[in-house]
């Protein structure tokens, strides 16, 4: 299984951008997706994930209502879109998917098994 995100960038307070994670690698309908971000100094925390049906599960109080994920089958691509990004949102994103389908989302990072090599998002005030 492979993960690929993109969409990183350098942007101002209040602006917008989507972040992409195309998986490959085995069928990616079936599997619970997460959102990680890390900040420099700082540990790996999750954002928000999406179940395997499509439904959101745990946004971050801290991006709520400025985060959507959303999920296309056909594509095999997880997205990620921020908006209103403030500084405070500058980290690493990774996306993230676990071994067994069918399966809930996760918060904890142990729980997953396969990362995308992260997207540098940076926020400038």
């Known amino acids: 299984v492979q993960l690929q995100a993109s969409g990183g960038g350098l942007v101002q307070t209040g602006d917008s951008l989507r972040l992409s994670c195309a998986a490959s690698?085995?069928?990616?309908?079936?599997?619970?997706m997460g959102w990680f971000r890390q900040a420099p100094g700082k540990e790996r925390e999750f954002v928000v994930g999406?179940?395997?049906?499509?439904?959101?599960?745990y946004l971050a109080d801290s991006v709520k209502g400025r985060f959507t994920i959303s999920r296309d089958n056909a594509k095999n691509t997880v997205y990620l879109q921020m908006n209103n990004l403030k500084a405070e949102d500058t980290a690493v994103y990774y996306c993230?998917?676990?071994?067994?389908?069918?399966?809930?989302?996760?918060?904890?990072?142990?729980?997953?098994?396969?990362w995308g090599q992260g997207t540098q998002v940076t926020v400038s005030s």
């Open positions: 993230a998917t676990v071994s067994q389908p069918w399966t809930g989302v996760s918060r904890s990072a142990e729980d997953y098994d396969y």
């Open positions: 690698g085995r069928t990616f309908s079936t599997y619970a």
């Open positions: 999406i179940r395997w049906g499509g439904g959101t599960a």
